[in-house]
């Protein structure tokens, strides 16, 4: 439900409000990862396949940001390659929206702000690539994601390819816990690592097919924890990278980052940057796969929910 108070500054794309009032399926999708998560031009092709991947599945897309003190939930073609090349956007978690808005400001919208705004909205379903999590080191940073609060409070299933070994993804998985958001692995006993299939640790539940886990979510639902899902999709074996490989860049990268003294909300796209220099884009190419693969999933768990 929107409420009296925002209903003058959101906007939501034709195409996606009639979805939503005839009860079809629309996948919320984000854009820090334009913003902040790739380098231009791959991030404006990527936003713009992604979309293409929602509709191939049979859903509408919407891609969520803030532009010019206007939330906007569904970009035209244009606008999305104007977010992908502007400096003035900010990176705003759900915390920093007000702020951002009262400024008539522009801003990427990570996991938790595109949560609130899709839950908001009446979208239930949001494909991403990776989520924010407990960062490694966090015992001593306290740097964990409000990615993870919000999946603890806010009723919207995010599907993405688990977490990248940037974090600690065994702590990543008890805040989860604490936090009361299942973990459903699709067609894998593990919980997915981002670039490759396995992080090594299992995940809460399996389900082989789409169906039955929309059974599962809609009964999550309907026993009203008021709680997130996440669901973990494995990077299509074809695109996923070499485990030793992949890690020497993050264990680099993350060096790196502690060295700089780089923190705080500059932490996340620095690493993710630095891993894709370090990789010599692989990372990129990695995450390109992964994100449409996400996308074509939640389409179907989309539909699935409203059959
Ligand atoms: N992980 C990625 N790509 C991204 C992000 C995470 O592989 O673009 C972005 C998402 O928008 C996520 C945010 O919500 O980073 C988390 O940032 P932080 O760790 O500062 O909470
Ligand atoms: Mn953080």
Redesign the pocket.
């Known amino acids: 439900m929107i409420s009296e108070a925002l209903k003058p500054l959101v906007d939501i794309e034709p195409d996606v409000a009639a979805a939503l009032a005839a009860g079809r399926p629309v996948v919320a999708l ?1 854009s ?2 334009i913003t ?2 790739m380098p231009w031009p791959a991030n404006v092709e990527t936003a713009r396949a992604v979309e293409k991947v929602v509709r191939d599945n049979g859903a509408v897309p919407a891609t969520i940001a803030v532009l010019d003190g206007r939330i906007r939930v569904g970009l035209s073609e244009r606008e999305l390659g104007a977010i992908g090349q502007a400096k003035d956007v900010v990176k705003a ?1 759900g915390r920093d929206l007000g702020a951002v808005l009262a400024r008539r400001g522009s801003a990427g919208t ?3 702000a595109t949560m609130l705004i899709a839950a908001i909205a009446g979208i239930g379903v949001f494909a ?5 999590g407990v ?1 490694r080191g966090a015992e001593e940073t306290f740097d964990v ?3 993870l609060t919000e999946l603890g409070r806010t009723d919207v299933v995010v599907v993405c390819a688990g977490v ?1 070994s940037i974090l600690d993804i065994a702590k990543t998985l008890e805040y989860l816990e604490t936090q009361r958001v299942p973990v459903y692995a699709f067609g894998s006993d593990d919980f997915p690592a ?1 670039y490759t299939r396995s992080s090594g640790l299992k995940a809460d539940h399996r389900f082989d097919e789409v169906a039955a886990m929309a059974r599962a979510i809609a009964l999550h639902r309907a026993l009203g924890t008021g709680t997130g899902v996440m669901v973990a999709n494995p990077i299509p074996a074809a695109d996923a990278l070499d485990p030793a490989f992949i890690d020497r860049a993050i264990a680099d990268a993350v060096a790196e980052a502690a060295k700089k003294g780089i923190s705080r ?1 500059d ?3 620095f690493l ?1 940057a630095r891993i894709n220099e370090l990789s010599g884009g692989r990372s990129l190419t990695a ?1 390109i796969a992964l994100v449409k693969n996400n996308a074509a999933l939640a389409a179907r768990i989309a539909a699935a929910l409203r059959a």
């Open positions: 984000e820090t990862i902040h998560g978690s990570t996991v938790s991403t690539g990776g989520v924010g960062h994601s409000a990615d990248k981002f909300k932490l996340t796209p993710l995450n």
